[in-house]
């Protein structure tokens, strides 16, 4: 499932599953929440993610000293600095608002 995730959403996913014991500290816990990743993203949600994953192209993340591991300041410099900015913040908002009857 995270190699499906937009490039921009992986240092804060990342992050969060590396912080997953403090938060879940019982095993069980962990291996519930990991079936659901296992499961894969359901079509509506790579339909809602793909506007962001087309603009981190048209960025050019891919080809940027970009950590997937964790935020840094670095990264939020170079989106910031990209012309597209404020149009990948938007399709980031639509992707993570919740749909009802999404098909």
Request: net charge positive.
């Amino acid at each position: 499932m995270l190699k499906r995730l937009p490039l921009t959403f992986l240092p804060f996913v990342n992050q969060q599953l590396n912080q997953w014991n403090y938060l879940f500290p019982t095993s069980a816990s962990r291996s519930r929440g990991f079936s659901f990743t296992s499961k894969g993203c359901p079509p509506s949600i790579d339909r809602a993610l793909r506007l962001v994953v087309e603009l981190e192209e048209k960025m050019g993340v891919r080809h940027w000293e970009f950590s997937t591991k964790e935020q840094t300041i670095l990264n939020s410099s170079q989106l910031a600095r990209s012309p597209y900015f404020q149009e990948w913040r938007q399709a980031c908002s639509r992707s993570l608002t919740p749909r009802i009857n999404m098909p």
